[in-house]
């Protein structure tokens, strides 16, 4: 059975329709009223007490005004009495039972909600709008500092300074290096096991997805680290990765890596550290977080998970909704070559049918996150050109710093979930002629530090990148625009 929505032009299926175009219906409602309730006041001579928002609403257990909050965490917060509602801007996001609300709107409909609010490292006001069930409003200004964010840059520095070191202390050097797949390579196995401790320990269900198409055992074709965390809604599937194996020895074009820090440890830590903001929230369709191995081999990894029958590979009885992949991470704005120009910064979204329109919703999702979130700087320029970018618009996007658009490009794990109709996002930082380590002996976290000027640009850089990633995924899960092209 299946119901059709005229505003969306897409074909959904009931389960899913409903309870979507429910959650749209609230927002539409609650949108309007904060539009009326103005008016209200011009067809009553009754006059009415002015609203005091912190009779209704307190932020960690203190009044509005009372409270401090701090950038890029999450604060509790209380509304009380029936019809009161909040509103706040796009870079103040609210959470209600650990799930984004999409309209940033809250109204109370019994007595009492419990949520709570999320800022960015950027946001650098918190203006709230509050409303009371009789349409009066006070905007409540919220001070706010700087604070540790979910996902920071910082500790994405500490686990991949851990990871990539060597030493005989091993509660000082992880030494997960030398990561290449085949041939039976036990660094990449070791690797392997420890990535998986990782997820488990956060409450994910926890797999090793291992494939062997050529009958050898003690040489499988792929080995990926599969978490999976279930949704509200058992009909869709989305998901999140990043391959975790690396060049191997005289590889093109550089002649391989044992650390592959920039290609990809970045983008395997990353993965890392969003499974630990995941943990507490709750998604509307069932996710997997996952690393994908043999990458570097022709996407064997990913394409494993997404072709084979097993309990915990994807699903073929479920809609693949959206795919986020994570891949050459750090070497992108804010950081800045040694000739001054930032890094470019890659962000594109697909299938790209169509070069002149917008073909996916999830475009609207990433450039809603880049440029109305984050307020990155949408069209910085260098004077010169960048030595690699984009395939359906670099002749005007060569000199484009910020180049995050709708685009056909390939050579990653993306592509895998895009032939199977998942709207996606692939994240790159600089590649081929605008990072020589590529692919090289020389992609090691030193040298990435040396290439961005500093261990703190580098992790200002890591930082942006996440958060752009982790919102895009957040509020690609409660847009039910974004469905499977083949649905």
């Not at 499974?275 to 069932?286: G, I, K, N, P, V």
Request: net charge negative; proline share 4%.
């Amino acid at each position: 059975m299946f119901c059709f929505s005229q505003s969306h032009h897409i074909l959904n299926k009931s389960g899913i329709c409903a309870k979507r175009m429910n959650r749209q219906l609230s927002a539409l409602l609650l949108t309007v009223l904060f539009f009326v309730a103005p008016l209200a006041g011009c067809f009553g001579d009754e006059e009415k007490e002015s609203v005091v928002a912190a009779d209704s609403l307190q932020i960690d257990f203190v009044n509005p005004e009372d409270a401090i909050m701090r950038s890029g965490e999450f604060h509790d917060f209380t509304l009380e009495g029936k019809g009161n509602a909040i509103t706040t801007d796009s870079d103040v996001l609210i959470f209600i039972n650990g799930t984004y609300v999409e309209s940033h709107s809250v109204i109370v409909e019994d007595n009492t909600v419990f949520g709570q609010l999320l800022t960015t490292p950027y946001t650098s006001e918190v203006n709230i709008e509050f409303m009371s069930d009789d349409g009066q409003t006070q905007s409540v200004s919220v001070p706010i500092t700087e604070g540790t964010p979910i996902v920071n840059g910082e500790e994405w520095f500490e686990k991949i300074d851990f990871i990539t070191s060597v030493c005989t202390d091993t509660t000082k050097c992880g030494g997960y290096v030398n990561r290449w797949m085949g041939a039976g390579n036990g660094f990449y196995e070791r690797a392997a096991e420890y990535f998986k401790g990782h997820f488990e320990g956060l409450g994910y269900e926890t797999h090793l997805l291992r494939v062997t198409d050529h009958g050898n055992l003690a040489q499988p074709e792929s080995l990926n680290v599969i978490a999976w965390k279930q949704g509200r809604n058992d009909n869709c599937v989305q998901g999140m990765g990043g391959h975790m194996d690396i060049a191997p020895p005289g590889g093109p074009p550089g002649g391989g890596t044992y650390e592959g820090a920039y290609d990809n440890t970045a983008g395997t830590v990353a993965m890392m550290l969003y499974a630990r903001a995941f943990a507490d929230l709750t998604f509307e369709c069932d996710t997997f977080l996952a690393l994908w191995s043999s990458e570097e081999e022709g996407l064997r990894g990913s394409n494993a998970f997404a072709n084979n029958n097993c309990d915990y590979c994807l699903p073929q009885d479920k809609e693949l909704e959206f795919y986020i992949n994570m891949d050459m991470m750090g070497m992108s704005w804010p950081a800045h070559k040694s000739n001054g120009d930032p890094f470019p910064y890659h962000a594109w979204s697909g299938p790209d049918e169509d070069p002149e329109v917008q073909d996916v919703e999830i475009t609207s999702v990433l450039e809603h996150v880049h440029f109305d979130i984050l307020n990155a700087p949408r069209d910085l320029r260098i004077d010169g050109t960048y030595g690699a970018g984009c395939d359906q618009h670099w002749d005007e996007h060569a000199d484009l710093v910020f180049d995050v658009h709708e685009d056909t490009f390939g050579r990653s794990d993306h592509v895998t979930f895009r032939n199977l109709g998942a709207q996606t996002i692939f994240h790159l930082g600089a590649y081929d002629a605008d990072y020589s380590a590529y692919h090289s002996p020389s992609d090691t976290l030193d040298n990435m530090v040396a290439e961005v000027g500093g261990q703190e640009e580098l992790e200002r850089s890591m930082e942006f990148v996440m958060w752009a990633a982790m919102l895009e995924f957040i509020i690609a899960d409660q847009t039910p625009e974004i469905r499977n092209m083949n649905a």
